[in-house]
């Protein structure tokens, strides 16, 4: 395949290709915006704060003849807590499994020292895997100073391809969708043409949750807390109740997630419960309880129901 045949779309009848894009970056580089941009599902929750997602999280776009399945992954940065470690571990995997890696950076900042650090290490960890560059949000920069910028960059290091999107707005996704779907290996789809992720709805529920809890308390609370869902019942009138408790890991923070007379905690379960409809397309009934668990952060056992391998955080 030449550079120029990439940008056309792929002869319905030409052979299937299936593989998976790793999508890694700095935390709030806009790695999840991009997955559910080109899955077109939110699958992966975004905020406007750094660390959002945790653990790896597919989502499947369907190219032509080709599936893409991207795979977001949290931020890589300076870890100091067990679960920073198992983040950013994490992240090195899912740049390590892949077929293609696109690192994301943001227009605006540029080359970070953070961004910096991710090149130091990108040829060991990236195990060999070509890898993209994507500079992301030019919607908050001139023109000019993208170029400047893609050059620093392609002399920092040997990136296959450079491209320059928004994933926020749609602007120059659909090239890198097109570029990737030719260039994953040929070989049969790995999952149903029509399936868009593979996480457990139970975690996706829990996953909407914690984006509403983010989005709404300050500080350090939200890295404090995770959440689970503890159980999931189908109704007979085609409803589900899902409950789910809030770990916190200090006392101070169960009230201040609970909220004055309960307020918070009920906003929280509004608006998750609005999206968890939309998402499932029927009715559900969310209960949230806050619980207080103190060493949450150093137990096995959470670690599994987020998706990450605890002894990463050693
Ligand atoms: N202006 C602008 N903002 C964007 C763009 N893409 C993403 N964002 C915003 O950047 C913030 C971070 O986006 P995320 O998708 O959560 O970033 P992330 O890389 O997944 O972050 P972590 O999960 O914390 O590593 C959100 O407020 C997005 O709305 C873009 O193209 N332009
Ligand atoms: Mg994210």
Do not use: C
């Not at 909407?208 to 009138?237: A, M």
């Amino acid at each position: 395949m030449t550079e120029n045949d990439t940008a056309t779309e792929p002869a319905p009848e030409g052979p299937t290709r299936a593989g998976f894009v790793a999508l890694i970056g700095e935390p709030n580089a806009g790695k999840s915006t991009l997955l559910n941009r080109m899955v077109g599902a939110k699958v992966s929750i975004v905020t406007h704060k750094v660390q959002t997602t945790r653990a790896r999280i597919r989502g499947i776009a369907m190219h032509g003849q080709s599936q893409i399945v991207f795979v977001d992954t949290p931020g890589i940065f300076r870890p100091r807590r067990r679960l920073d470690r198992s983040m950013v571990a994490a992240a090195w995997g899912g740049a390590a499994d892949a077929d293609i890696v696109v690192l994301l950076i943001e227009a605006h900042r540029g080359l970070t020292d953070g961004v910096q650090a991710i090149i130091e290490s990108l040829s060991e960890k990236a195990g060999g895997h070509p890898v993209a560059l994507a500079i992301n949000k030019i919607d908050r920069v001139k023109a000019e100073e993208l170029l400047a910028l893609s050059q620093k960059m392609n002399e920092a290091f040997p990136f296959v391809r450079t491209f320059m999107i928004s994933a926020e707005r749609g602007h120059g996704t659909d090239d890198l969708l097109a570029w990737l779907a030719a260039e994953v290996p040929e070989g049969p789809w790995l999952y149903p043409e029509d399936q868009i992720a593979d996480l457990p709805m139970r975690m996706i529920a829990a996953e909407i949750t914690r984006e509403k809890l983010t989005l709404r308390l300050h500080e350090e609370i939200p890295y404090q807390l995770t959440v689970e869902t503890e159980n999931w019942e189908e109704r007979q009138d085609g409803s589900a109740r899902i409950d789910q408790v809030v770990y916190v890991s200090r006392a101070g923070h169960k009230g201040i997630v609970l909220g004055k007379g309960g307020e918070t905690i009920k906003a929280v379960s509004r608006a998750a419960r609005e999206e968890l409809i939309e998402f499932m397309g029927r009715p559900v009934h969310l209960f949230l309880r806050v619980a207080l668990r103190e060493n949450w952060l150093d137990e096995a056992e959470r670690y599994t129901e987020m998706g990450l391998d605890f002894r990463d955080g050693n």
